[in-house]
């Protein structure tokens, strides 16, 4: 069955520091690949997705990911983090059938 | 476009009554989809439609759950009977047929409290 693992639960970082969010699918064929960004009390959002070409996506609010098909996958990264980037973030794989699977989502609070 | 719309946006009953959820999507698009939020569970997909057809319930957690889209603007859900543990945000979203390649598009949700 395809599933969607996202190692990072809850991680806290200062202004300006880097993020790296974990993702990985298991899923053998073509995947479409997304990351959904949830602020408190709002709801999800799409940041960015990847179908095909270029594996390093960019996104929106300065947010890139990068496919690694031979490690299955699509980590979250940017490079300087906001105190406004405080949300829940959530990785998830389309599959063959459209449905999506989502990660059980990364906590992300960032310290002013 | 107004995005997707759900009401209510936040529903608090007693265990055994009805609950019904609204979704209206956004327009012209073909796949309508109700996803489940918890602490516990994260986010769960319940149903998700194609121009209005069911075409995968295997995420409704019991009978007490039902889903319709007599329309292609409006879908319930319903819960009957509620129970405490039904207790999480439902969320609605729409996508639209591009060929594989649709992305979802999430309404506000529904903040539902189960005493």
């Known amino acids: 069955a395809q599933s969607v693992s996202q190692h990072n639960h809850h991680v806290i970082l200062s202004e300006a520091a880097s993020l790296e969010l974990g993702c990985n699918y298991s899923?053998?064929?073509?995947?479409?690949l997304f990351w959904y960004v949830q602020y408190p009390g709002q709801h999800l959002q799409l940041l960015l997705k990847?179908?095909?070409?270029?594996?390093l996506v960019k996104g929106i609010k300065g947010f890139e990911a990068e496919f690694i098909k031979s490690k299955f996958s699509f980590n979250l990264r940017k490079p300087s983090v906001q105190w406004s980037d405080t949300a829940e973030y959530f990785c998830?794989?389309?599959?063959?059938?459209?449905?999506?699977?989502f990660g059980q989502g990364t906590t992300l609070q960032v310290k002013p | 476009d107004a995005g997707v719309i759900q009401s209510p946006r936040h529903e608090v009953t007693e265990m055994g009554q009805e609950v019904t959820l609204r979704c209206k999507p956004i327009?012209?698009?073909?796949?309508l989809f109700w996803y489940r939020q918890t602490m516990m569970r994260g986010l769960e997909l319940l149903i998700y439609?194609?121009?209005?057809?069911?075409?995968?319930d295997s995420g409704m957690p019991e009978d007490r759950f039902s889903a319709k889209m007599p329309n292609a603007s409006f879908s319930t859900l319903k819960i009957q009977p509620s129970e405490p543990r039904d207790s999480a945000v439902y969320f609605c979203?729409?996508?639209?047929?591009?060929?594989?390649?649709?992305?979802?598009?999430f309404g506000p949700g529904t903040r539902l409290l189960v005493l």
């Open positions: 327009s012209g698009h073909d796949y």
């Open positions: 979203a729409s996508s639209p047929n591009t060929g594989g390649k649709e992305t979802q598009y």
């Open positions: 990847y179908f095909s070409g270029d594996p």
């Open positions: 439609f194609n121009n209005n057809v069911p075409i995968d």
């Open positions: 998830a794989v389309r599959s063959n059938t459209g449905k999506l699977i």
């Open positions: 899923y053998g064929g073509t995947v479409n």
